[in-house]
């Protein structure tokens, strides 16, 4: 907070906003957004976004932003196999936020549009990015190109 970490928000009402749970399915069940952020690993962000998936079924959520943080993997590449696949995309967000406030979006080719202007909407509005929207996925994105 001291270091305007917080963008001057007051650290007691943002942590106030904060909710912690031991399942994923009561963690998607009024979520709006999802962000992921595993390791750069094929596998991994396979395993994460199936598990997601599964606990939004039974969650009987339909409308969640599912977003990865990926820096170079396509949406496709890991999300193409899913129930609820248009509500994937990569947000990956330039590090760090406080110094450099950009956030790449990528949809995927079947991401649903409405929610990448609602994820659009979140990053700018809620989170203060400026968000860099591609209009399909290439390799490395704008950053990494």
Do not use: W
């Amino acid at each position: 907070h001291q270091n305007g970490l917080l963008f001057g928000q007051d650290p007691k009402k943002v942590f106030a906003l904060v909710k912690s749970t031991s399942s994923l399915e009561s963690a998607l069940d009024e979520a709006v957004y999802v962000q992921e952020c595993v390791p750069e690993n094929l596998s991994l962000k396979k395993k994460v976004f199936e598990s997601i998936d599964e606990a939004m079924s039974k969650a009987k959520n339909t409308t969640a932003i599912l977003a990865s943080s990926s820096s170079n993997l396509c949406a496709s590449q890991f999300t193409g196999t899913l129930k609820h696949k248009a509500n994937c995309m990569i947000c990956h967000p330039v590090n760090p936020p406080f110094a450099i406030p950009i956030v790449e979006m990528v949809p995927a080719p079947y991401t649903d549009r409405k929610l990448v202007t609602k994820a659009r909407e979140i990053l700018g509005n809620a989170c203060g990015l400026s968000p860099a929207l591609l209009n399909k996925e290439i390799d490395g994105f704008l950053v990494n190109r």
